[in-house]
Structures are given as structure tokens and as C-alpha cells.
């Protein structure tokens, strides 16, 4: 999960990603629940302010 606003530098650098288990991130925010059934691939976006995603085409 990215916010969007990552340079390329920042993505190239191991030390600023790591892997965590979906249900460690849901527990931190559980408005990610209703995405995980979405196909792989899909981008989101949250919509500010609010706890909902809308499909980035």
C-alpha cells in the first residue's frame, strides 16, 4: 500500500517499505476490509475525509 506520493528515490530504498500481514494492517485500519474481496490489481484511493476507497482508473 503506497500513499501515492512516493518518489522513485523513496520506492528504490529497501529501508522505507516492509511486508506485513493483511491482517495486521486491517487491524490498524479496518476500512480496508470490504477492498480485500476486490480483484488483484485493483487501485484505490480513500476519499478524503472519509473511511471509503473509489477505484482509481
Not at 13 to 18: C, K, V, Y
Not at 27 to 41: R, S, T, V
Request: net charge negative; proline share 7%; glycine share 6%.
Amino acid at each position: 500500500m503506497f500513499s501515492g506520493t512516493e518518489t522513485q528515490e523513496y520506492l528504490d530504498n529497501p529501508n522505507n517499505s516492509a511486508d506485513y500481514a493483511t491482517n495486521t494492517i486491517a487491524n490498524y485500519d479496518p476500512a480496508i476490509i470490504p477492498c480485500l474481496e476486490m480483484p488483484a490489481g485493483t487501485e484505490l484511493e480513500r476519499i478524503v475525509g472519509t473511511n471509503k476507497f473509489e477505484v482509481v482508473e
